[in-house]
């Protein structure tokens, strides 16, 4: 499977964005796909995760503002980022639970947030 990730750009504080990720390939499933954002000379931090099932976990910054979301039709998972501050700039990456015949980590490029005050 690959993963691509498009939406990011230069936005002002306050304003939205929304990410995507689209998942290519045959006869996959998606148990959990995430969102990572990082930032130079720092780990990955996980932004969201949706599950299979539906199941949906926020990192603590997030306080609400950032919703996940699919499009099963699409294979396309969405990050629906709200009132964004200067501190979400970042590259936001999507990491895929991937199982074919087997299971294994798929990641996308990356799209860059860039957040002005």
């Known amino acids: 499977v690959q993963l691509q990730a498009s939406g990011g750009g230069l936005v002002q504080a306050g304003s939205s964005l929304r990410l995507s990720c689209t998942a290519f390939?045959?006869?996959?499933?998606?148990?959990?796909m995430r969102w990572y954002y990082q930032v130079p000379g720092q780990q990955r931090e996980l932004v969201a995760s949706?599950?299979?099932?539906?199941?949906?976990k926020y990192g603590g910054s997030i306080q609400g503002r950032f919703t996940i979301s699919k499009d099963g039709a699409k294979n396309t998972w969405y990050l629906q980022m709200t009132s964004l501050k200067p501190d979400d700039t970042g590259v936001y990456y999507c990491?895929?639970?991937?199982?074919?015949?087997?299971?294994?980590?798929?990641w996308g490029q990356g799209t860059l947030v860039t957040v002005s005050s």
């Open positions: 990491n895929a639970e991937v199982s074919e015949l087997t299971k294994y980590d798929a």
């Open positions: 949706l599950t299979y099932a539906g199941y949906s």
């Open positions: 390939g045959r006869d996959f499933s998606i148990n959990e």
